[in-house]
């Protein structure tokens, strides 16, 4: 059992600590914002995770997860600190380090015997020495403390699995003893570990991000090519991932990726590269892709529809993908502001997302379910593979069109089911043209 303090109380953070407190140690949480803790300590969850609000409860009465805003609270008897905080992006895609310094000077101040800092933000590569010498030049007196990166590999709406059952962990230090305590911490979950630099470790991470941002840009590439060559991107991908040099995982042609982590990380990535004079060209044209892919599927509505002005189009999920609250870079977002611009009336339907929608997307009209949005609609646009949109009765949304259009963003129908029951169906990258006269004959 060690004692472990986490600065910050998203999900990073929030999972990292109460999954730590599972499994066995000693784990104070902070955050300086004080309305999330105070909701902590009442039960409640500041993000949607599955299975986040049990472990937290478990953890809190067994009394090993305790949540404070106090620094000297969270130091006074730990031996690790963890820095779990956001690196939003900047203008240019550099990402924005004032809270990771911040959270680095209060260490720094509050700190009264040696820590090993442990860092699980994204940062760019040379961000732990630049921890490192924010805190010798802010501690009041010299203390010893070694800053160790670990960065984290979770994804939201399956980060306690991630956590407990990892397919590595990284650990980067230039303090062979600190990064050795730190994998002691992570030996109950039976990962292989890999120990480097710092900066190498900085740079996994994202490597790791961009080489699987590549990845859905290059099945979305393909995709665009199937369309034109009357192929089926699933089929292309199935057969394409049983090849493992290639594998199955990520190959899921849509809309794209979005999120918190994708996006700016890869931006980070190219601008890290481009200031060191680089020409980072693979990374621009994932973006780019990127991008194309949400155009994309605006156009294929318009097209269907002969135009968007005074049309009335319903979005089928927001949040940038299923098990998850998050709307951050949702490519439903963008698509609605896309469709309003061009004189649509826009609808949507979201399992959780809608709350924190509502402020965000003004004159979209928020449906009670599935059915409630299909209603008058000339086309519905599949955003995010939410499980419940899978099993639809297709009858009962078919009859509540204006339009039997569907432009499924995610390929989660099947093109001949579609066509059977009256659709006008597009998929991205599902070959060709299936009209319900083109099914029939
Ligand atoms: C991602 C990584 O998967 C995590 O390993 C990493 O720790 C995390 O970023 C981070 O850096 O914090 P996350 O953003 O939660 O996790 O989501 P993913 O499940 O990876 O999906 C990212 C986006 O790619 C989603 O918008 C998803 O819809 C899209 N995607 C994913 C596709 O379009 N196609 C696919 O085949 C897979």
């Given at each position: 059992m060690k004692d472990i303090a986490v600065v910050g109380v998203g999900y990073v953070g929030l999972v990292t600590g109460a999954c730590f407190a599972d499994l066995g140690n000693r784990v104070v949480a902070l955050d300086i914002d004080s309305?999330?803790?105070?909701?902590?300590?009442?039960?409640?969850?500041?993000?949607?995770?599955?299975?986040?609000?049990?472990?937290?409860?478990?953890?809190?009465?067994?009394?090993?997860?305790?949540?404070?805003?106090?620094?000297?609270?969270?130091?006074?008897?730990?031996?690790?600190?963890?820095?779990?905080?956001?690196?939003?992006?900047?203008?240019?895609?550099?990402?924005?380090?004032?809270?990771?310094?911040?959270?680095?000077?209060?260490?720094?101040?509050?700190?009264?015997?040696?820590?090993?800092?442990?860092?699980?933000?994204?940062?760019?590569?040379?961000?732990?020495?630049?921890?490192?010498?924010?805190?010798?030049?802010?501690?009041?007196?010299?203390?010893?403390?070694?800053?160790?990166?670990?960065?984290?590999?979770?994804?939201?709406?399956?980060?306690?699995?991630?956590?407990?059952?990892?397919?590595?962990?990284?650990?980067?230090?230039?303090?062979?003893?600190?990064?050795?305590?730190?994998?002691?911490?992570?030996?109950?979950l039976r990962a292989p570990i890999v120990i480097t630099d710092l900066r190498t470790a900085e740079m996994i991470k994202y490597a790791s991000n961009a080489f699987l941002a590549t990845k859905i840009s290059f099945i979305n590439e393909i995709a665009n090519v199937c369309e034109a060559l009357g192929a089926d991107i699933k089929e292309v991908a199935t057969g394409m991932g049983y090849d493992p040099r290639i594998g199955r995982t990520f190959l899921e042609a849509g809309l794209g990726y979005g999120g918190s982590c994708f996006p700016k990380d890869v931006k980070a990535l190219a601008y890290m590269a481009a200031e060191k004079g680089r020409h980072p060209q693979l990374l621009q044209a994932v973006m780019d892709i990127n991008a194309d892919s949400r155009r994309r599927i605006v156009e294929r509505a318009r097209d269907l529809l002969g135009g968007l002005g005074g049309k009335t189009i319903g979005l089928l999920g927001l949040t940038f993908k299923p098990n998850t609250d998050d709307l951050r870079e949702a490519p439903a977002l963008e698509i609605a502001r896309k469709l309003q611009a061009d004189g649509a009336s826009v609808r949507a339907y979201d399992p959780v997302g809608m709350p924190r929608a509502e402020g965000q997307l003004p004159g979209v009209h928020m449906a009670a379910d599935a059915y409630d949005l299909a209603d008058g609609c000339d086309a519905v646009i599949v955003c995010t593979e939410w499980n419940e949109f899978k099993n639809l009765d297709l009858q009962r949304l078919h009859d509540r069109m204006r339009q039997p259009i569907i432009v499924d963003g995610r390929n989660i129908y099947d093109p001949d089911e579609m066509a059977a029951f009256g659709f006008h169906y597009r998929g991205v990258g599902r070959g060709y043209d299936r009209t319900p006269e083109k099914a029939r004959a």
């Amino acid at each position: 059992m060690k004692d472990i303090a986490v600065v910050g109380v998203g999900y990073v953070g929030l999972v990292t600590g109460a999954c730590f407190a599972d499994l066995g140690n000693r784990v104070v949480a902070l955050d300086i914002d004080s309305g999330r803790i105070a909701g902590l300590l009442r039960g409640e969850m500041p993000i949607y995770e599955p299975g986040l609000e049990e472990l937290v409860e478990r953890n809190v009465r067994s009394g090993r997860l305790q949540f404070t805003t106090s620094y000297a609270e969270a130091l006074r008897s730990a031996e690790f600190v963890f820095i779990a905080v956001g690196t939003p992006s900047g203008v240019d895609g550099e990402a924005d380090l004032q809270h990771v310094q911040a959270v680095a000077e209060s260490i720094a101040r509050a700190m009264d015997h040696p820590l090993v800092i442990v860092n699980k933000s994204t940062v760019p590569v040379g961000t732990g020495d630049w921890v490192a010498d924010i805190l010798r030049g802010t501690q009041p007196k010299p203390i010893p403390f070694a800053v160790v990166s670990c960065p984290e590999f979770l994804r939201e709406g399956s980060a306690i699995q991630d956590f407990m059952s990892p397919a590595r962990t990284v650990l980067g230090s230039l303090d062979a003893e600190a990064a050795e305590k730190v994998a002691q911490l992570h030996l109950p979950l039976r990962a292989p570990i890999v120990i480097t630099d710092l900066r190498t470790a900085e740079m996994i991470k994202y490597a790791s991000n961009a080489f699987l941002a590549t990845k859905i840009s290059f099945i979305n590439e393909i995709a665009n090519v199937c369309e034109a060559l009357g192929a089926d991107i699933k089929e292309v991908a199935t057969g394409m991932g049983y090849d493992p040099r290639i594998g199955r995982t990520f190959l899921e042609a849509g809309l794209g990726y979005g999120g918190s982590c994708f996006p700016k990380d890869v931006k980070a990535l190219a601008y890290m590269a481009a200031e060191k004079g680089r020409h980072p060209q693979l990374l621009q044209a994932v973006m780019d892709i990127n991008a194309d892919s949400r155009r994309r599927i605006v156009e294929r509505a318009r097209d269907l529809l002969g135009g968007l002005g005074g049309k009335t189009i319903g979005l089928l999920g927001l949040t940038f993908k299923p098990n998850t609250d998050d709307l951050r870079e949702a490519p439903a977002l963008e698509i609605a502001r896309k469709l309003q611009a061009d004189g649509a009336s826009v609808r949507a339907y979201d399992p959780v997302g809608m709350p924190r929608a509502e402020g965000q997307l003004p004159g979209v009209h928020m449906a009670a379910d599935a059915y409630d949005l299909a209603d008058g609609c000339d086309a519905v646009i599949v955003c995010t593979e939410w499980n419940e949109f899978k099993n639809l009765d297709l009858q009962r949304l078919h009859d509540r069109m204006r339009q039997p259009i569907i432009v499924d963003g995610r390929n989660i129908y099947d093109p001949d089911e579609m066509a059977a029951f009256g659709f006008h169906y597009r998929g991205v990258g599902r070959g060709y043209d299936r009209t319900p006269e083109k099914a029939r004959a």
